[in-house]
């Protein structure tokens, strides 16, 4: 029974393991309801009353007959059937009870929250719901107003019969199509007050009876700002009309729909010529991709976009214009529009434009001023019988204020001098090419024994008296003697002189001795005796320069300083030639992240050398600024591997290597250079290299391998005359750059035997 549950039980009396009665006694225990027969033959009366006291529903005698018991279950089927139908109904009932009265509750929440006037009247006119809105909206209550007629109350005296007639209008049409409709009304309140309302209604059915449910909105406020809106509409175009700049809306697909008085003004054309059109319509014809590229890149995000644009007046006269757009977006984020402001910037652009040509003018006449200067500084490589000077000079703008230079006294004296006027441009470009003027007039008036304090003195009186109204000048000068091997020098408050020892790997500031700019004091007397003097040795590279080096500031903004400039020297000189090692200097301050365009740049170095022995396996030939007989380089070279191969043919090739590197480098590299000189040195060992140095244009050899050198020799020609020959000559070229400086290595290998 546990596990089955059935609907009837029908059992025996006599049972092996448990009596028919003792089985009833367990199942009632089990489920009090249950339904039992029982069969049996026993007829005793106690028997019947302990069965009829167990709660027995029925009892079958013995033998039964099948039409009693299908008679029995055929019974207590239908009392089964009847008691689960009334259960559901039952249960049906509760349902929709609890749904009406959640319902009933939501339509009191939205009621009785609602800011509307919520009122139902039946088809005789009468109210019979209020809502607390209504109450406040009418000035009466709940308990005063049920039960009256609708039209009675809540309309003024004339517009009664017109709302009663309407209601029953309203009735009959929603009945046939029950969609709320719309009206605007007069309602009045309790005390007699008028207001503008908005009458919206429609039918519910209650009960088998048609009501109607009228929603009624204060429209006291929404009036007042329909009102305000059209005396500010009215204001605003009026201050539209009134300003100076032009105003414009457009929608799409009906162009422009509404512009100002200055906009036709603007364009030349009346306020009907424009509405309507688009302002593509008015650009010239050679900017209107413009004008869409323009508002392609707007931001699509805020919807702005401000660009400039050329208009066509109804003159044809061009004109510029700035136009600032905005979208007009609806509730959901949608463009529906566009409003422009539109202002006339002719004058504006034709004055940028005037700018413009006298700022590319400038620009041409510094990038003359700037050639000018370039060929005023000496050559960035000296190559002397003792002496090899090697400089390194940037202006920071087109034109500077750096100045140097390196002129030759004798065949043993130089007088070297690094300075640096204050200021920067075209003014100080010009005061440094009058320093070196004058410095030049003084060395060559002044041949004998110059002194460093003499010309100090001299370009003092002559450039503070003449030229050095606002400006002054920090120098330091040296007389350089290869013969004594020392440099005799006078610092006028410039950074100090630095040695870099080649064997130790050192280097160190001098001592700052010294005086006053040049231009601070015209009574001022520089003295011998605040002079210095510094060794001139093959093994000490000595650096005179400006402060444009140890100012720069690196990504982190911390300035290298002297000092930093002094450890920068120690860890980052490679010295394997003393030729470009300004460049090299310079491109390891870039390398390391040191902005050195803030100020000119200006790098001089330079050692004394030792006479070329006539044998020497290593040499050196500066070719001059004319660039001429450079043929005569290929033979001394040839000669020299000759003399020291005893193999003409080896000589001969190196001899067509030599004069291919240079003319390739002279024709292309060097063309519209000023500076155009080219070091060539040459190393004769177990093979010949050929290192070549040249300040030109940066450009780079092609990769090539041997089976590309005919087929690509005709492309070739275009990069580089001889690059070919060169090729299928040299073992190894490599080429690479230092600041301005180019670096060719060739190696030419003899041929194997």
Known sequence: YKEHRPDLVITDIKMPNMNGIEMIREIKNEDSEANVVITSAHSEANFFMNAIELGVSNFLLKPIEKRELFKIIKK?????????????????????????????????????????????????????????????????????????????????????????????????????????????????????????????VSTVELDGETDVVAVIRDRTEQKMMEQKLRKSEAKYRKVINLTTQ????????????????????????????????????FVTPDVEGEIKKQIHLADKENHHRSFDIKFLTRKNEEKYINIVSSDLLDDEGNVIGEFSFY??????????????????????????????QSFLLPKWLMLEKNLIVSSNYTPSSKVGGDLFDFVKIDDTRYVAYVGDVSGHG?????????????????VESEQGELKPHYIMNRLNKILTDKLLFKNYMTMILGIIDTEKEEIHYFNAGHPPLI???INTKKAKLAVEKGSIPIGWDTKIEYKEEEEDILPLKEHLITFFYTDGIFECENKKNVQLGLKGFVDFLEKNIEYDNFAIIPHKIKKELIDHHYDITSDDFTLLAFKKTSPEKEKSAKKLFLIGSALVNTGKIGVQCERMVKEYFKDEDYA???????????????????????????????????????????????????????????????????????????YSLASQIKRTRYDEINETIIVVEPDSE
């Open 499 to 501: 040695q870099y020892n």
């Open 426 to 442: 075209v003014q100080a470009a010009l005061l440094m090419t009058a320093v070196k003027s004058t410095v030049n007039m003084i």
């Open 246 to 281: 032009g105003f414009g809306i457009t929608k799409p697909g009906k162009g422009f729909v509404e512009v100002n008085n200055a906009l036709c003004q603007m364009l030349g054309y009346d306020k009907e010529d424009i509405l309507g059109k688009n302002p593509f319509d």
């Open 343 to 372: 202002n006339d910037i002719t004058k504006q652009k034709k004055a940028e434009e005037r700018i413009k040509r006298l700022y590319q003018s400038l620009m041409q006449e510094l990038d003359v001023a700037s050639s000018a």
């Open 76 to 200: 207590f089927a239908e009392v089964k059937y009847l008691k689960r139908q009334l259960e559901k109904q039952e249960q049906e009932k509760k349902i929709a009870q609890e749904t009406l009265r959640a319902n009933e509750e939501k339509f009191r929440t939205i009621t009785t929250s609602a800011n509307d006037a919520i009122i139902m009247v039946n088809k005789n006119g009468e109210i019979t719901y209020w809502n607390p809105a209504a109450e406040r909206m009418f000035e009466f209550s709940s308990e005063e107003i049920m039960g009256e007629k609708f039209a009675e109350k809540i309309v003024p005296e004339k517009m009664k019969h017109k709302m009663e007639k309407g209601l029953r209008f309203f009735s009959k049409q929603l009945q046939e199509q029950p969609e709320a409709d719309t009206i605007e009304m007069i309602g009045q309140k309790r005390s007699g007050v008028l207001f503008p309302a908005e009458l919206s």
């Open 652 to 726: 001969a090739k190196v001899e067509w290597v030599v004069n291919e590197a240079i003319n390739n480098i002279i024709i292309h590299a060097l063309a519209d250079k000023p500076d155009t000189i080219i070091l060539l040195q040459i190393e004769v060992n177990e093979k010949v290299k050929l290192t070549i140095w040249d300040k030109g244009i940066e450009w780079h050899l092609p990769e090539m391998r041997e089976n590309q050198l005919v087929e690509e020799a005709k492309e070739l020609a275009e990069d580089g005359r001889g690059i070919p020959i060169i």
